[in-house]
């Protein structure tokens, strides 16, 4: 479905990433996990092309878009939940929903996807009027992936979902991921939170210094001794 190869991507002249290849097919979910600074939300921008890519390729279903405007990979079916979830405080929840009926075929659909929404998050219908500045950081968080289901996406971008919030709220954010999931939707989700992306991932990426270290299925991945020591807080043995 998506399909990175040897990317490099820079802030200037300071290189971020270095040949980084990926994949993700159609269903799957795909995490990306390292350490802050790492580069992976400079990865995950560059996939839903905010940022300029200085050599490699990114194609979805075999179509290239490396120099594709943003707009065009939402017509292709791929939304994106930014980290920092990227909201309009002093507009209200409905209304921060409703950005994301971006394509012809979400806003045709626009009552549809608001029902979905809300009965994911029903708490999100409550406070459908309220100003999404307002809410908790776990209520915006909703909000952010509410807006991307609005376009009705086939592939969601899902970068730090865990970022600033309570364990349970993670633990909250996580099923409705896992939800979606259930429902077709392909994941690619940056994440620092390794131990939450690995339990929920069917493969996954390890990225270090703009550099893929390891990729195996996510299961394995957690059973190494190197990354348990490294990433979950448990000596290797």
């Known amino acids: 479905m998506l399909e990175a190869r040897a990317l490099r991507v820079g802030y200037g002249d ?8 990926l994949a993700i ?6 995490a990306v996990v390292g350490p802050n600074g790492a580069g992976k939300t400079t990865l995950v921008n560059a996939l839903a092309r905010l940022l300029p890519i200085a050599g490699g390729t990114v194609a979805i279903d075999g179509r290239d878009v490396t120099r594709a405007a943003p707009a065009a990979l939402n017509r292709l079916g791929v939304a994106l939940i930014p980290e920092g979830r990227g909201l309009f405080p002093g507009m209200s929840v409905e209304e921060n929903l409703e950005i994301g009926c971006y394509r012809r075929e979400a806003r045709a659909r626009r009552g549809d996807g608001l029902a979905r929404v809300y009965a994911m998050f029903p708490v999100l219908a409550e406070r459908r009027r309220q100003p999404a500045g307002t809410l908790s950081g776990g209520q915006q968080q909703m909000v952010a992936i509410g807006r991307a289901l609005m376009a009705q996406p086939r592939l969601l971008l899902v970068d730090e979902p865990s970022l600033g919030l309570a364990p349970l709220v993670v633990q909250q954010v996580f099923a409705a991921l896992a939800a979606i999931h ?5 994941i690619l989700l940056i994440e620092q ?9 069917t493969r996954a990426y390890v990225l270090e210094g703009g550099r893929i270290v390891a990729e ?3 299961a394995a991945l957690a059973a190494r ?4 020591a490294a990433y979950l807080g448990e000596g290797a043995s």
């Open 225 to 228: 001794p190197d990354i348990r």
């Open 14 to 21: 300071a290189p971020a990433l270095w040949d980084v290849s």
């Open 182 to 186: 259930r429902e077709g939707v392909a």
């Open 193 to 201: 939170n390794v131990a939450q992306a690995l339990a929920i991932a």
């Open 216 to 218: 195996d299925e996510a």
């Open 25 to 30: 097919g159609a269903g799957e979910i795909v």
